[in-house]
């Protein structure tokens, strides 16, 4: 069972140290707060800057996937230099 705390002022509550070090929880980091029926989940969350956000779009993510399937199965070609790929792509 988990450890006892108790709700302050502002509905403030400290999570136990050893609830912070199995989760790598930092100060100043941000978690997300859900109720899931009578229970109140806290999760940490990752904040990904906008300009990487694109990298995390589950379009870009499923075509990478396809890539790594792809480089598994050797389906890769090396090229010894950027003319032989240009020549090869019909470029």
């Known amino acids: 069972m988990g450890t ?3 709700v302050r002022e ?4 400290t999570i136990p ?3 912070r070090e199995k989760v790598s929880l930092k100060v100043g980091e941000r978690v997300e707060v859900v109720a ?3 229970e109140i989940v ?3 969350i990752i904040e990904i800057p906008r300009h990487q956000a ?3 779009s589950q379009e870009w993510q499923e075509q990478l996937a396809r890539s790594k399937a792809d480089i598994a199965k050797g389906k890769v070609k ?3 230099s950027v003319q032989e790929a240009r020549k090869a792509f019909g470029d």
């Open 4 to 6: 006892t705390v108790k």
């Open 10 to 13: 502002k509905y403030q509550v």
């Open 17 to 19: 140290e050893d609830v």
């Open 36 to 38: 899931q029926g009578h």
């Open 42 to 44: 806290i999760r940490p």
């Open 54 to 56: 694109w990298f995390w």
């Open 78 to 80: 090396v090229f010894k």
